[in-house]
């Protein structure tokens, strides 16, 4: 008969699964891949807050991206690193402490996809209604697009997450490198009925409303390209709306990969992997993908380097 230890405070992380020989390259690989994440995110925003010339809409709703990186990868990996170091049986963590870092687990992956909504849809009023864009795309619009993404995003989530803590808890094993929703209720006896059907209305109104979005925007976005002799203007759309359904493909993927590794049991130990590198592949990219394709931020790098190496030494 398997013993049960009713709503536990103290629960027990699974951690990731790596072999003695692989533990400190796996390690270094997360540590320098969380430190260049926090550098260039944080430089990303830091860049945008203080350069006039990209205090433009297309930007201040793109910090939103760095902003939710720093985040997402700041409750997930210094805690997978320090676990690392540990044997499991030593790999605790407090129910709330595992209650927040869901939350933000979620949050990061929810917000991902709101924000790259709003995005779009600046994009579309910049490409088709671009006469208009000054008048739409107002610091008033800027706040209620980057409010309204995070807004749902928190809602959706405290309502996932309100219906897991809900449920009396009889397991303290979170089979995970990093606490979830889906660990949370695993942890229960009861019936999760309930989370499951909300959960996974969750996750296809989001993949739905997200994928919608962007194609309905980029559909116009094309109708627009073609109909329209302007070489500059055909030009500047293909160089913004390549950057964003980059960002928005490297996201999506791992997202997916994710959700079928779910249906294999027999690949968990490669669908915790999938699951980190959904942290890390898109917040270590974004900024890069972004930092390239970005004329104005190239050339302000590209003026800072400049002034730096014929600044006059004394």
Not at 34 to 45: E, P, W
Not at 224 to 244: D, F, G, I, P, R
Request: aromatic content about 14%; charged content about 10%; glycine content about 4%.
């Amino acid at each position: 008969m398997e013993n049960y230890t009713y709503n536990s405070f103290t629960l027990q992380l699974e951690g990731l699964k790596v072999s003695d020989d692989s533990m400190y390259p796996a390690f270094f690989f997360f540590l320098i891949s969380y430190l260049f994440i926090m550098f260039s995110n944080v430089g990303i925003v830091f860049l945008v807050c203080i350069e006039k010339s990209l205090h433009q809409p297309m930007y201040l709703l793109f910090c939103n991206l760095p902003i939710n990186d720093i985040l997402g990868n700041s409750l997930t990996i210094p805690r997978l690193l320090a676990d690392m170091l540990l044997p499991p049986s030593e790999r605790l963590i407090s129910y709330y402490e595992c209650v927040v870092q869901a939350f933000t687990a979620h949050l990061f992956g929810t917000t991902s996809h709101t924000v790259l909504m709003i995005m779009s849809f600046d994009r579309y009023v910049a490409i088709c209604n671009p006469l208009r864009y000054a008048t739409i795309m107002t610091k008033t619009m800027v706040i209620k697009l980057t409010v309204s993404a995070w807004g749902v995003a928190f809602v959706l989530v405290g309502i996932l997450l309100g219906l897991t803590i809900r449920l009396n808890r009889c397991r303290t094993l979170i089979s995970n490198p990093y606490c979830d929703n889906a660990s949370l209720f695993k942890l229960s006896c009861e019936s999760v009925f309930i989370n499951n059907v909300y959960g996974l209305t969750f996750t296809v109104v989001l993949f739905i409303a997200s994928i919608g979005s962007v194609v309905l925007t980029y559909s116009k976005i094309t109708a627009v390209c073609l109909t329209s002799k302007n070489k500059s203007l055909n030009s500047k759309a293909l160089q913004t709306c390549s950057t964003h359904l980059s960002v928005f493909m490297i996201m999506f993927l791992c997202a997916m990969l994710i959700i079928i590794l779910h249906r294999f049991p027999k690949y968990s130990d490669y669908r915790k992997l999938a699951a980190i590198l959904f942290h890390v592949i898109p917040g270590g990219l974004n900024p890069i993908i972004y930092g390239m394709q970005s004329a104005e931020i190239r050339k302000f790098l590209s003026n800072v380097f400049h002034s730096r190496k014929f600044s006059p030494s004394f």
